[in-house]
């Protein structure tokens, strides 16, 4: 059974970097055919699909947070990251993990990260 | 904002049976597979469809979906107190929105 468990800040200050990680267990990234993601969900919103990379570290972005996403993947701990830069308040959101094929059949349990001073 | 239109709400008594429709263009369902996940309050969304119609290991035969042109439909039969949820429908998309996309919610009420 594959699961994933992301992990990070839960406070971020405006203007900084979030930077989230998530670790997967149950299965290999290296072992290819899936694309880890990233999601998210704004307070009482629905679900916007961030970005998603290989595990040859090809990646891809959702075209409206492409200049500040970054996604990185560490095969070697089984895990695979996200940064977003310049943060402000609009980016406070539940941010979720989750493997993808032709659909998401893998998903972490979510982590909160609220932008603030 | 979404590329893939689902109504806000359906409700229905415990029993009864309810469909969520999913309206997207070409670039997205008229090409490609549909999922829908469920999300119970406070946890992160389950997949319970996929390729429009097939369900993973565990998701009961009460949940069935369909596609045809451009849209989906999740339908839920025998309606339990369980099901009270939100659902998504999502898919790829070959425009140049993001390559992801989800419906925008629907929130499934058991009177």
């Known amino acids: 059974q594959v699961q994933l468990q992301e992990s990070g800040p839960g406070l971020v200050k405006p203007s900084q970097t979030l930077s989230l990680t998530c670790t997967v267990s149950g299965g290999s990234i290296s072992s290819g055919g899936y694309y880890w993601s990233w999601i998210r969900q704004h307070p009482g919103k629905g679900l916007e699909w961030i970005g998603y990379i290989y595990y040859s570290g090809s990646t891809y972005y959702n075209p409206s947070l492409k200049s500040r996403v970054t996604i990185s993947v560490d095969t070697s701990k089984n895990q695979f990251s996200l940064k977003l830069s310049s943060v402000t308040a609009a980016d406070t959101a539940v941010y979720y993990c989750?493997?993808?094929?032709?659909?998401?059949?893998?998903w972490g349990q979510g982590t909160l990260v609220t932008v603030s001073s | 904002q979404s590329v893939l239109t689902q109504p806000p709400s359906v409700s229905a008594a415990p029993g009864q049976k309810v469909t969520i429709s999913c309206s997207g263009s070409s670039s997205n369902i008229g090409n490609n597979y549909v999922s829908w996940y469920q999300q119970l309050p406070g946890t992160a969304p389950k997949l319970l469809i996929y390729?429009?119609?097939k369900r993973p290991s565990g998701i009961p035969d009460r949940f069935s979906g369909s596609k045809s042109g451009t849209s989906a439909t999740l339908g839920i039969t025998g309606l339990q107190t369980g099901d009270e949820a939100d659902y998504y429908c999502g898919t790829w998309d070959s425009s140049l929105s993001a390559p992801y996309v989800f419906g925008t919610g629907t929130k499934v009420t058991v009177l």
């Open positions: 989750a493997r993808a094929s032709l659909h998401f059949d893998y």
């Open positions: 390729e429009n119609n």
